[in-house]
């Protein structure tokens, strides 16, 4: 038996450490194919179903290798599920013990980063007695920059009343904290305007210039991750990380032989995002914002300094009243032929150049200016990049936010950059989720990605769908753009609501259908109702968890990365299958692409897509093998278009059925159980 497999024996170091752990063979079967690429440094594709267990499948091998464990060479071919434990065994054993790989591993988001870094790894650092050094590393807008938090305590009197409340409370914390983490900041809204003023970004850090770069948090974290064996990252800073290197500059993540991404399904579009170019009128704002203060601190005597920033963060303002009131997204090749739009983009040109002036007669005086003018440099730079929105093989668009307005240059794809680079890294990437395949197939995923090669494994749920739920595809329901299709989501779901006594999730494709079936049912049921944008995320789930009754309308955040277990969640509807909207820029000019290379766009993106989110809304329902409940699905194209049986091979083998009063006799079944346990 081999270390991994011992990990996850009946007597084994995980059942020792957990109560109630009993092995899983997907989990062994994931852990050992995990362990073959870790040693191999090569590069290996898993779906693990929900309850497979993949966060400690990967975590075993990987706390092995950096410990002492290292197998020997050999080449597996690929097997079914079932057969290989029996095929990588001996390839995996007790002989060749070796030691010293560094390993990343990326999560989808700062949440799930945190709750790797703070609750699993250490059980599975306890279960294996490892003494491996651990790293968490975050981006640098999450650390304290102690010196713009002296820089703004010093222009107090430029703060609103609520942004100096915040300034207070940073200052208290600032005297404690050990890592700078903000995320410590439990007392500070996590959108509160302050941020921005103590935090620092890649433009205005000033690096190794800084007075206080000794005891800077974010070069203490860096460091941190160069000595540990093990560093947990996100996303969104692996791939800023991965487009700084290509450009020849290296910011946080240290080198590493082994790449594990959890959560993959998600890297798409960000890394599609890091390797393209953006213009914000926010690193404008931002710019002007410093200049000013240090305008008032130290240069008061040029006048024309304070003079073209307030200047241009009005050109800002204009710019961006431009645009929709509502934050919207699209074509900005379009919208720049336009002469209005032109005309305020050349306003912007007009008087970045004449800041860029001023400054630049300010050069020398002091390190941030200098910083200043480097950063007002490079904002020239990009925005010529979106003045020629000519360049072949890019998406041009636009996204706004109540207060500004970023253009994107976007690569259409990112798979020979990004399979360059894993060619070039001589690495191991390891890529798992509950949801990467369509239609049993990575081939969505290893054409956008361009891993050729890799090794594939399909691990099934171990739950019994059968048993524990219901997948229900209501009739008769209007059409998606019906005018009464939100009434009638709203009287389909309120028999199903008293029948389950609410532990119901309304999952919603669209902002405005959410609120529309939230005005019904406010009126209708007396059950508490939680609705995505009255407060944040984490504390509308705890107070779907505190009301036995409550139910909850959520949008696009909340189709993963729930996690609510046992009768507090007994049925998920889903209001339409969720394509992505048409109108969606990015998705038009891949379209676009896909069909000046032959392929039929809908199959090729707009379909996988689809698949994929769904699948992700469909895993909030059965988390746990004593969960059971009812999914329903408002969408009859799950049935009357071929392509529904693409979405339904690609979904847990569930019982199906179109009878409404056969769902909520479940349901009552089940909330029965629930008081009957209760009493």
């Known amino acids: ?153 010093q222009t107090r009197g430029q703060l609103d009343a609520g942004m100096l409340a915040d300034l207070v409370k940073v200052k208290t914390w600032a005297n404690t904290t050990q890592s700078g983490d903000i995320g410590e900041l439990v007392n500070v809204s996590e959108d509160s305007s302050v941020f921005p003023y103590v935090t620092s970004t890649l433009d205005n850090c000033l690096a190794r210039e800084c007075p206080d770069y000794e005891s800077c948090y974010l070069v203490k974290a860096r460091q941190k991750a160069i000595d540990a064996d093990l560093i947990v990252v996100n996303h969104h800073l692996f791939f800023a990380d991965m487009a700084l290197k290509d450009t020849g500059f290296g910011e946080l993540i240290p080198k590493a032989q082994v790449m594990i991404f959890d959560e993959a399904h998600q890297i798409g579009d960000i890394a599609s995002e890091y390797f393209g170019e953006s213009f914000s009128t926010r690193l404008l704002v931002d710019l002007c914002t410093d200049v000013l203060q240090i305008h008032r601190s130290s240069l008061a005597d040029v006048k024309q300094l304070g003079l073209a920033a307030e200047k241009l963060q009005k050109s800002c303002q204009e710019f961006r009243l431009l645009f929709n009131f509502d934050p919207e997204r699209g074509n900005w090749r379009e919208k720049c032929q336009q002469q209005r739009f032109q005309q305020k983009y050349l306003r912007l040109k007009t008087d970045i150049d004449f800041l860029y002036q001023v400054i630049k007669l300010c050069v020398s005086r002091n390190e941030a200016i200098d910083n200043c003018f480097d950063r007002i440099v490079n904002i020239l730079a990009k925005y010529e990049i979106m003045a020629d929105v000519q360049a072949f093989g890019m998406s041009f668009w636009y996204e706004t936010t109540p207060r500004h307005v970023v253009l994107h240059k976007t690569p259409l794809t990112v798979a020979d950059k990004f399979s360059q680079f894993v060619k070039e890294s001589g690495a191991g990437w390891i890529f798992t989720s509950a949801t990467l395949a369509v239609d049993n197939s990575f081939e969505h995923f290893i054409h956008q990605f361009g891993l050729k090669g890799a090794e594939q494994l399909l691990l099934e749920s171990p739950f019994d769908y059968q048993a524990q739920s219901q997948l229900i595809v209501p009739r008769y329901l209007p059409q998606a753009n019906d005018a009464n299709r939100a009434k009638s989501l709203a009287e389909m779901a309120i028999p199903l609501i008293e029948a389950s006594n609410g532990a119901c999730f309304m999952l919603f494709t669209s902002y405005r259908v959410m609120n529309q079936v939230a005005d019904i049912l406010n009126e209708a049921i007396d059950n508490p109702l939680l609705v995505q944008g009255q407060m944040a995320k984490r504390k509308l789930l705890e107070q779907f968890i505190e009301y036995d009754d409550s139910v909850l309308l959520a949008t696009a955040s909340f189709w993963e990365g729930v996690d609510v277990r046992g009768d507090k969640l007994t049925c998920v509807i889903i209001d339409k299958l969720p394509f992505a909207s048409p109108d969606d820029p990015l998705l038009q000019a891949r379209c676009e692409d896909a069909r000046r290379q ?61 009878d409404l009063h056969k769902a909520a006799g479940f349901l009552k079944q089940l909330s029965a159980e629930k008081l009957g346990t209760a009493k």
């Open 1 to 153: 038996m081999t270390p991994v497999q011992k990990a996850f024996s009946s007597d084994g170091a995980l059942a020792n450490t957990i109560d109630g752990y009993s092995p899983r063979q997907a989990q062994t079967d994931m852990a050992l194919q995990v362990a073959k690429a870790i040693k191999e440094e090569s590069s290996l594709i898993v779906e693990a179903g929900t309850g497979t267990g993949k966060t400690f499948a990967y975590l075993i091998p990987a706390f092995l290798s950096v410990a002492g464990n290292k197998a020997t060479k050999g080449n597996v071919t690929k097997t079914n599920p079932e057969s290989i434990s029996e095929a990588i065994s001996p390839l995996v054993d007790d002989e060749a013990l070796e030691d010293n790989k560094k390993i990343i591993i990326s999560t989808g988001t700062k949440n799930l980063q945190e709750q790797l870094f703070h609750k699993d790894i250490p059980i599975v650092k306890k279960a294996l007695a490892s003494n491996a050094q651990i790293a968490l590393l975050k981006g640098r807008a999450n650390y304290l920059c102690l010196y713009r938090l002296e820089q703004y305590q």
């Open 598 to 658: 032959g392929h039929e766009p809908f199959e090729k993106i707009q379909l996988p897509q689809a698949v994929i989110a769904l699948k992700q809304g469909v895993g909030r329902l059965i988390r746990d093998v004593n969960d059971k409940g009812i999914l329903v699905i408002c969408d009859d194209r799950l049935v009357n278009r071929p392509y529904g049986q693409t979405f339904l091979k690609s979904l847990p083998q569930m019982k199906r059925s179109r």
